[in-house]
């Protein structure tokens, strides 16, 4: 209430050497979307109260989104850990930071590895940590983190957990192929369809999993089942559209596995044709100007770091072009493609 402001603003007059007042009225500018004065507040908390790690952690939230300061926002969340190295949020919200920067995944899996006791306070925490330990190639531990613990559902995690879970076993699935390890392999591709109760997620009905279907196919084809494998390819090649970020979408990363099981059928004038309509929408998404739906306030990237959302809509582009260059034989185009997505 306007009062209030005014209260806080009397405190400070009478009390001008206390670091909590500057601060709630911080608070109370920002929630009014008055930045500037709301981090010259923060800004003189932390002046009075350098160990005030709220205050930083408010002002590395503010450098990032206000300022578009990303050196600043670092050095904020980096005081705020001093400040209180046992608060689990402030270590999760700096690894949001440092990922939304670029940081060397592995440099932030060391991170999180030397607070593993914090990083198991939080659900959140511990699948950041599942996906970068699948993201540097240590699938097995992903795994073996997230069946270790009973995961609550919780708004802007939609998926996450269940994310995770699937890219590990299809990460083991894949590098037991290599070895000709088809038992191996099958167990995992099965296993990333049966999710366990302890996630406390299931997919969601329009959700594509035709990359799953993909791979059991595969694994039955080297086992030398070849009716079985037929079986899953047609499963994968039957599938169209995908929910993604709280939306139903035509084409996305998905629909490059239901036309690889189309050629593995042999059907390899329908898999071109759907190469080409990934290829054909990749261009098409790169030229529209990105929106978010009215219910999608709760996804992840938009929870507490703001996102360049053109950014975000021309790496999946670009990804998706990658995918249709390399269905349709244009390896170059592809690798060029997947090489600017990493950059």
């Known amino acids: 209430r306007i009062e209030e402001q005014l209260v806080l603003e009397a405190a400070i007059a009478v009390n001008p050497s206390d670091a909590r007042a500057p601060y709630y009225l911080g608070n109370f500018l920002y929630d009014r979307r008055r930045h500037r004065e709301a981090i ?18 408010n002002l590395g939230i503010a450098s990032y989104n206000i300022e578009r300061n990303e050196e600043r926002a670092s050095e904020a969340f980096r005081r705020a850990r001093a400040a209180d190295p046992a608060d689990a949020r402030i270590l999760y919200e700096q690894d949001q930071l440092r990922k939304r920067i670029g940081d060397d995944p592995k440099e932030r899996l060391a991170a999180l590895e030397a607070c593993i006791d914090l990083v ?143 050629q593995r059928l042999g059907r390899k004038e329908e898999a071109t044709v759907l190469f080409q309509q990934i290829l054909d929408y990749s261009l098409a998404l790169d030229q529209e100007t990105p929106k978010i739906d009215y219910f999608a306030t709760s996804l992840p990237t938009m929870l507490l770091f703001e996102e360049d959302l053109i950014k975000r809509q021309h790496i999946t582009a670009t990804f998706l072009r990658a995918q249709g260059f390399l269905g349709l034989g244009q390896i170059g185009e592809a690798i060029a493609a997947l090489d600017e997505v990493l950059m």
């Open 120 to 262: 198991g306070q939080r659900d959140d925490l511990s699948v950041e940590l599942a996906a970068l330990y699948n993201q540097v190639g240590r699938p097995a531990e992903a795994l073996a983190l997230l069946l270790s613990r009973s995961f609550q559902p919780w708004e802007g995690g939609e998926g996450m957990v269940l994310g995770e879970y699937e890219r590990a076993h299809l990460k083991l699935g894949r590098a037991a192929l290599v070895t000709e390890d088809t038992h191996g392999a099958t167990y995992h591709f099965e296993a990333a369809n049966q999710p366990p109760q302890s996630l406390s997620e299931a997919r969601h009905l329009l959700r594509n999993s035709s990359d799953i279907d993909f791979w059991l196919g595969e694994a039955w084809a080297v086992a030398g089942d070849r009716l079985r494998a037929e079986r899953h390819w047609e499963c994968a090649a039957r599938k169209r559209g995908d929910f993604q970020q709280m939306q139903v979408r035509t084409v996305s990363e998905m629909t490059y596995w239901s036309a690889k099981a189309l």
């Open 40 to 57: 010259l507040q923060w800004e003189r908390a932390v002046a009075l109260d350098p160990r005030f790690p709220t205050a930083w952690r």
